[in-house]
């Protein structure tokens, strides 16, 4: 039986970093350990942010990216190719493009992939809402920039079928995507490439 080695607010601290994505218990204690020792520097500033994220960061009801207002600044930006609608999985997805800099369109976030395993059906997916966009008279474009990893690829085949019914082009990312990448971790190169090389489907 493991010994206590500190009091429950450490424990606490430890146990809510560890469920964070990419870090387990090891280096959720090294971080909790680096946030305490630089408290003031760290700590206070973070819990601080934290306070703000919770109350002024929402969830946008037309594309689903993160922003502190409703819509978010990317569907009240008139400049934006209004005709072409990118599909990802997650914010973070939409974040590496944007950052990439190589689409200047609208966006909508799917919430993650299809997942028969994990239950995550598309009922839990904004897939209804993306038809729905996707019928809109500006729209002449979607494309699907999904990860190409199996459930990625299944998802947009799923996608492709719901929006048979609109009168729109469906696209994916071509050359640049290795199989198995995911968006977040592709450099801006990578990415340009496959914005610019997508193919109808």
Request: charged letters at 25%.
């Amino acid at each position: 039986m493991s010994k206590k080695i500190a009091g429950p607010e450490i424990e606490r601290l430890v146990q809510l970093l560890a469920r964070l994505p990419g870090l387990g218990p090891r280096s959720a204690r090294k971080a909790a350990l680096g946030l305490l020792k630089k408290r003031q520097e760290l700590l206070v500033p973070l819990s601080d942010a934290l306070k703000v994220a919770v109350e002024k960061i929402v969830e946008c009801p037309q594309c689903g990216n993160l922003d502190t207002v409703s819509p978010c600044t990317i569907c009240q930006d008139a400049r934006r190719d209004q005709t072409l609608i990118v599909v990802v999985e997650e914010v973070g997805d939409l974040w590496a493009l944007e950052r990439a800099g190589v689409v200047n369109a609208l966006y909508h976030v799917l919430g993650g992939h299809l997942s028969p395993l994990d239950g995550i059906g598309p009922e839990k997916l904004n897939i209804a809402s993306l038809v729905e966009r996707a019928a809109a008279p500006e729209v002449g474009e979607v494309l699907l920039a999904l990860n190409a990893t199996v459930e990625g690829q299944s998802t947009a085949h799923y996608v492709m079928d719901q929006l048979a019914s609109a009168n729109v082009t469906v696209s994916r990312l071509a050359q640049g995507v290795p199989i198995g990448g995911e968006l977040d971790y592709l450099d801006e190169g990578t990415l340009a490439a496959a914005i610019k090389s997508r193919r109808r489907v």
